[in-house]
């Protein structure tokens, strides 16, 4: 039976091996393609903008923060129900 485990280890590596491979690949490309801007483009203005980014979360945070009553939802029946409080 020794011929078995051998052969399981090295099963193992290679699924491992190809694995970490595809990781690399993957991230090489994604590198490449977004970062190097392989295909053209630019980064948009309201990503790049920290002025327009603090002026979008201020404004984020001015808004009042309400809600409503607690709700339960049943997922057969796909119905929202208010919890009334027992007090």
């Known amino acids: 039976m020794p011929f078995h485990d051998c052969a399981a280890k090295m099963t193992a590596g290679y699924i491992v091996g190809s694995l970490v491979g595809s990781f690399a690949i993957a991230y090489l ?31 984020f945070q001015a808004w009042p923060r309400t809600a409503g009553p607690p709700v339960i939802m049943n997922p057969i029946s796909r119905q929202n129900f208010i919890v009334k409080s027992t007090e």
Do not use: L, N, R
Request: glycine share 6%; with cysteine; aromatic share 12%.
């Open 29 to 59: 490309c994604d590198a490449f393609v977004s970062d190097k801007k392989a295909f053209g483009g630019s980064i948009p203005k309201t990503v790049s903008d920290k002025e327009w980014w603090q002026a979008t979360d201020t404004k």
